[in-house]
């Protein structure tokens, strides 16, 4: 079974458009992440999700919205898209927000902004 | 803000043999974790090893354990027996307890690009 998941594994689309990343855990997890890897691979953190509020927000244009309908999910929102927002991003989750829980991580999302 | 630099951007290793990926870190806290994560060409993010800044004891998982050197900011991966399943690239990662006052979350380095040379 896989423990976190992500929806689509490609996204390909115009400048301008509105998207969105879904991503779910099943690992009963109580905070979950965005991260995004540039084309150079480096990760940082966007978001990261604990008991459905948001508890930190990097310096990510508002342009992007994470939202949460349940301690499972946690999707990524992201209006107007420009070139530069091509990257992988991807979910992660840990137990709690605590530095001492292991984070996992989804398979990320390829997207492709043209 | 805490920083993590990974010095080597490609190594190169032959099959069977030993290879060691380096890390430093910055920070100014005194408890704190610190993780190898693999990435293969899947993309997959996969745990490797993790260590808790307050243990003496070097982490060790099968093939792989760490070097942590807590005063000098240290924190190598070594891989004994390299297989060529090993071939992706590495991230050295740090997390502090969170402050509340803004980066949480994962610091990674840039990475290291390991080949496994049959």
């Known amino acids: 079974d896989t423990a976190v998941s992500q929806t689509p594994k490609y996204l390909v689309t115009q400048m301008g458009n509105d998207k969105s990343i879904k991503c779910e855990q099943n690992l009963g997890h109580d905070t979950m992440y965005w991260y995004k890897q540039d084309s150079k691979k480096f990760l940082k953190i966007m978001f990261s999700y604990n008991n459905k509020e948001l508890i930190i927000n990097e310096t990510v244009p508002n342009r992007f919205s994470p939202k949460s309908p349940d301690k499972a999910h946690l999707n990524l929102h992201i209006n107007s898209l420009e070139l530069g927002d091509s990257a992988v991003y991807f979910c992660a989750s840990s137990q709690g927000q605590g530095h001492r829980e292991t984070q996992y991580f989804g398979p990320g999302t390829r997207l492709l902004v043209l | 803000a805490q920083t993590v ?93 969170y402050s509340g006052g803004g980066a949480d979350g994962l610091t990674f380095g840039k990475g290291t690009h390991l080949i496994i040379q049959p």
């Open chain 2, 5 to 97: 630099t990974q010095s080597q951007p490609e190594m190169s290793v032959q099959e069977a043999e030993t290879v060691t990926l380096s890390c430093t870190y910055d920070t100014s806290e005194s408890d704190y974790y610190l993780f190898w994560y693999k990435q293969p060409p899947s993309r997959q993010m996969i745990l490797v090893i993790r260590q808790e800044a307050y243990k003496q004891q070097n982490a060790t998982e099968n093939r792989f354990s760490v070097n942590f050197q807590k005063a000098a900011k240290s924190f190598s991966l070594k891989i004994s027996d390299s297989q060529l399943g090993d071939a992706a690239m590495y991230f050295c990662a740090y997390r502090a307890p």
